[in-house]
């Protein structure tokens, strides 16, 4: 089997440094899909211009074909596969290409060299790939002729590269940032298509390739687009009758004999249609061996099939397999939904597409499928109300109008309401469009038109009704069906699963060009070739006569079992994108379907869609009261690209400073116990399982806890709600329990704060690959030597602008040694001390004032307290110095900002501090409690004016460089996109 997802950049402005191309590639990793843990690996290009990477799915065999072949000439990588390898193998040998390996990979590569482009048109199969010529420096990006297999890429806006992937939201992981904004205009088109077509992307600078098409590009950037396939408008009839119904059944039998030639477990997808069961039968015909058929059924549900595919499957004799889902079944699976969606994406019907995947993916690797018998053979509605009316398309809208009108008023016959769309383009996306322009506009009222290059639908002028047949056709093929296949591929490959189409194989497609279409719409009938062929399989009276569809019913679910789950992700946050929806219409438009006015399930689904794409984070604290650490995780949080992450907070009880930023922010802030006594043992999961029960309808990604103490019942709990993973910050160099060992055990990552921190606590090889050093962040703009106004501290105690001030901002506990700092103020004549910081021990900070009495400090020692604006505090000071003593900081934030600020530092030599300055370089390093040599370093730096500005800025540079918050933010998210990459 040959699926993979693929990716590869390419540099238009010179090499790439060769780190930063690997690392690309390996953040590109595909995110949500399962992925066969030995699997992957990269090429480069020696010039560091190109790379390459790939990762196989779960289902692929260890012995599978290669996905890269590299010769002197080129190299290539292949997503997919091709069944007529032989062929083209053939032909390459009787040009003199001498013989090739067993490796399709390679047949394709070198057709590619012998014939060029002219290459692909000789290809039937279902792929994507990237081939490079070296010697050329030229990159093509191919795609099957269908669009089976998906390829998306992103061209650099400054013209630096271009980057292509298998699934969109690999292309939003390279070392250039996210490519681009939403683009109003395509966020439009997939509102009202419920996806989004080809060439488009979500995000400015990005696209899909088109199916049958190829992009050349060129070393200096020039893109050059090919279509070497399409199906054609106006095709050659020749087929008719009983000689058109051969062909199509010779065709079909070819594609799925080709289809089912590798030797790995295969079954098929039952319906109770008519293309799934011809395909069933015609490979049961061909195996001597027991045939698996699965089939989804919903046996309350008008459109459920499951009782007609069991009669197929009795008849054809094949080993029938039923899964029968509730609303409550896809609930549990919604998060899933989005985690296999690598863009926005609203066809409901991926909901039974994944449970068929994942209850086929528990007996065999592979599917057939009947994908484009509907397109191809017209079986849809749509093409045959068009065709019923399609004369009268030949006269003008107002005529056409008037005839629609008196027909409803009674005074002619009735009319289809399909005469009254102005051209056959019009009613073609009127009727593919589930969520009406009326309602977009109250929905979303600022959102522009439909992009002006988007011509899908474009008619032209009326030229018959065989012309309306040909032109449904072509829609449908690059309509519907690019949505049904993109379902799919979704679906499947998230289980790690391979569907096959065989109806979508060319020698199929083009024995369909050559039938008469009104052969398959014969008496207001459709698909009639395809059911002529089923019927020499099954007796007449078993085929139903009327289509159904793979369907669900969401509407009903949405006001029953998935209520919850819709209210929490429509109503309780801000929606993507921000600011475009209007939240009082979308109330309005939410209980006019509760209330069954109308039936909105497919706009609200799609809306549904938009918000899904983001992983949900809940970021647990246990109150915002100190706000130190409350802060941090606030830093965090509202820098977090919100197009990838979807933040919430939990507290065990409300009541902190920063309780209102938090809902301000437009972030949910849950108060419920996370954390529980884990005595008695007996009762702990029962317990746990209790308190899991009001985070299990959030449907929570991931849990980050800033939590402080060695707790290990979050970790439970987090699991029990449904979480594939629980990260925990390690803030500090405490570790006076066994159980720190059992919380790190429970955790999937560690963010620890120091280097310190790894060596002492993590360095056991199981810890390895759990732990990431990720050290706090400064907000650069905010803490800046030039950006801060000085505040009122030093006329507040009658401090002159020459007199020297040194400020120590830290909480007034006893770690934090201002004991020592107090005494070393004795030993520095002059100068000024500003002591900011808050205290819960009354009683400590009376002792410190009592031990600056003593020492006759009373006038140079002040207690700030709580001092609200730091930077201003930092730009009075001239020396900023923290004492702190014993095992130390995590990583003290206060002495990075005054850093940040362009202050000379002088910091005790402990695990934190010791990683944040350079010894003499961008501040100074004392030893631990030792007032005489604290003292002696700041006389140093306030004696000598050159030094203390040049150690500020050393220190500012040092931050910049290692310690900005937005390196913070990104290295989290890097984590946590690493996290949802990795298998469960």
Excluded at 418 to 436: E, L, M, Q
Aim: a neutral charge; one cysteine or more.
């Amino acid at each position: 089997m040959t699926t993979r997802s693929l990716a590869g950049l390419i540099s238009f402005t010179g090499s790439f440094p060769a780190y930063q191309l690997r690392e690309d590639l390996q953040r590109m990793k595909p995110r949500g899909i399962s992925l066969r843990s030995d699997s992957g690996d990269v090429w480069l290009d020696p010039d560091s211009r190109v790379g390459f990477g790939y990762w196989e799915h779960e289902a692929v065999d260890a012995t599978s074909q290669a996905a890269i072949w590299e010769t002197n000439r080129s190299v290539l990588v292949l997503n997919g596969k091709i069944y007529n390898e032989e062929t083209v193998r053939a032909e390459l040998e009787a040009c003199g290409e001498g013989s090739c390996s067993h490796s399709e990979t390679e047949v394709i590569c070198r057709a590619l060299e012998t014939w060029g482009l002219d290459a692909i048109d000789r290809l039937n199969g279902m792929f994507a790939f990237a081939w490079y010529e070296k010697k050329a420096r030229k990159l093509l990006l191919a795609r099957d002729h269908a669009g089976i297999k998906p390829l998306y890429y992103y061209i650099h806006p400054n013209g630096k590269g271009m980057a292509f992937a298998s699934r969109y939201n690999q292309l939003l992981h390279t070392h250039w940032g996210e490519p681009g904004p939403v683009r109003p205009d395509v966020l439009n088109l997939f509102l009202r298509l419920h996806h989004i077509p080809p060439p488009y992307g979500l995000l400015q600078n990005t696209y899909q390739l088109q199916p049958g098409h190829a992009v050349l590009i060129h070393e200096n950037g020039r893109i050059e687009d090919h279509c070497w396939w399409q199906l054609p408008r106006s095709p050659h009839i020749d087929l008719y009758e009983e000689e058109a119904v051969e062909a199509a059944g010779a065709a079909i039998e070819s594609a799925v004999a080709s289809q089912r030639a590798e030797d790995i477990p295969l079954g098929v997808f039952l319906s109770g249609g008519v293309d799934s069961p011809l395909i069933t039968a015609i490979a049961r015909e061909q195996t001597s061996a027991d045939l698996k058929a699965f089939t989804i059924g919903n046996p309350d549900w008008r459109q459920d099939e499951s009782a007609d595919a069991g009669a197929y499957a009795m008849h054809l004799d094949v080993d029938f397999r039923l899964l029968n889902i509730t609303g409550a079944d896809m609930a549990d699976l919604i998060p899933r939904v989005w985690e296999a969606q690598s863009e926005p994406f609203a066809d409901y019907s991926i909901l039974p597409s994944m449970m068929v995947c994942r209850f086929a993916r528990e007996e065999v690797r592979a599917a057939l499928s009947g994908d484009g018998g509907d397109e191809l053979f017209f079986g849809y509605q749509r093409p045959l109300s068009l065709l019923r009316n399609g004369t009268d398309f030949r006269f003008p809208w107002l005529l056409r109008y008037g005839l629609y009108a008196a027909g409803r008023l009674g005074i002619i016959p009735a009319r289809s309401e399909v005469i009254a769309a102005r051209s056959p383009a019009d009613y073609y996306f009127g009727v593919n469009c589930r969520t009406s322009e009326k309602d977009l506009s109250k929905l979303a009222p600022d959102l522009p038109g439909l992009p002006r290059d988007f011509s899908l639908y474009k008619f032209g002028r009326y030229q018959g009704k065989p012309d309306l047949a040909n032109y449904s056709r072509v829609v449908e093929f690059y309509g519907q069906l690019q949505r049904g296949l993109k379902k799919m591929e979704m679906a499947s490959s998230y289980y790690g699963f391979e569907v096959r189409t065989p109806l979508l194989d060319r020698r199929v497609i083009e024995a369909s060009l050559r039938i008469d279409p009104f052969m398959n719409m014969k008496d207001n009938n459709r698909k009639q070739v395809l059911v002529k062929l089923l019927q020499r399989y099954i007796p007449r009276e078993i085929i139903p006569t009327s289509k159904r569809g793979f369907a669900v019913p969401l509407g009903d679910w949405f006001r029953d079992s998935l209520r919850p789950v819709v209210e929490d992700m429509l109503f309780s946050a801000d929606l993507y994108p921000t600011g475009l929806f209007n939240k009082k219409e979308l109330r309005t438009y939410w209980e006019q379907h509760l209330r069954k006015e109308k039936d909105h399930k497919w706009g609200l689904w799609s809306i549904l869609a938009l918000q899904g794409c983001r992983l949900r984070i809940l970021f647990t604290i246990p109150n915002f009261i100190t706000a130190g650490s409350g802060g941090a995780m606030l830093n965090i949080i509202r820098r977090l690209d919100r197009d990838l992450f979807e933040p919430a907070v939990g507290v065990l009880r409300k009541g902190g400073a920063l309780d209102r930023t938090v809902t301000e922010m437009g972030i949910p802030l849950i108060e419920a116990p996370f954390v529980l006594d884990a005595k008695p043992y007996s009762s702990l999961l029962r317990r746990a399982k209790h308190a899991a029960d009001v985070f299990r309808p959030y449907h929570f990604d991931l849990w980050h806890s800033f939590h402080y103490s060695d707790d290990y019942t979050e970790p439970l709990i987090a699991y029990l709600s449904g979480a594939k993973g629980w990260i925990y910050t390690k803030k500090n160099m405490n570790w006076h329990s066994r159980a720190w060992l059992l919380r790190s055990f429970l955790a999937r990552k560690i963010a620890a704060q120091n280097t310190d921190m790894l060596e002492q606590f993590f360095s056991k090889p199981v810890f390895n690959n759990k732990t990431k050093l990720i050290p706090r962040g400064v907000d650069l703009e905010k803490y800046s030597p030039k950006a801060v106004a000085a505040g009122d501290f030093r006329k507040r105690f009658g401090i002159a602008d020459r007199e020297i001030v040194i400020s120590c901002v830290a909480q007034l506990v006893p770690v934090k040694d201002h004991p020592n700092l107090i005494c070393a103020a004795a030993r520095v004549p002059g100068a000024h001390f500003f002591l900011a910081g808050s205290t819960t021990d009354e009683s400590y900070i009376d002792e410190l004032q009592r031990r600056a009495q003593s020492q006759g400090l009373s006038d140079r020692v002040h207690f700030l307290g709580k001092v609200a604006d730091i930077p201003a505090l930092l730009a009075e000071t001239d020396v900023f110095v923290l004492s702190t003593k014993g095992l130390g900081e995590g990583c003290p934030v206060a002495l990075l900002e005054a850093m940040a600020c362009g202050k000379a530092c002088v910091a005790t030599n402990i695990p934190g501090s010791r990683d944040i300055i350079e010894n003499g370089v961008s501040g100074v390093l004392v030893e631990p409690e030792n007032a005489e040599a604290l003292a002696g370093a700041i006389n140093r730096l306030i004696s000598d004016r050159d030094l203390r500005e040049r150690m500020g800025s050393a220190a500012r540079k040092r931050v910049e460089k290692s310690f900005s918050i937005e390196r913070e933010v990104a290295a989290h998210e890097k984590l946590y996109l690493e996290l949802m990459g990795e298998k469960y």
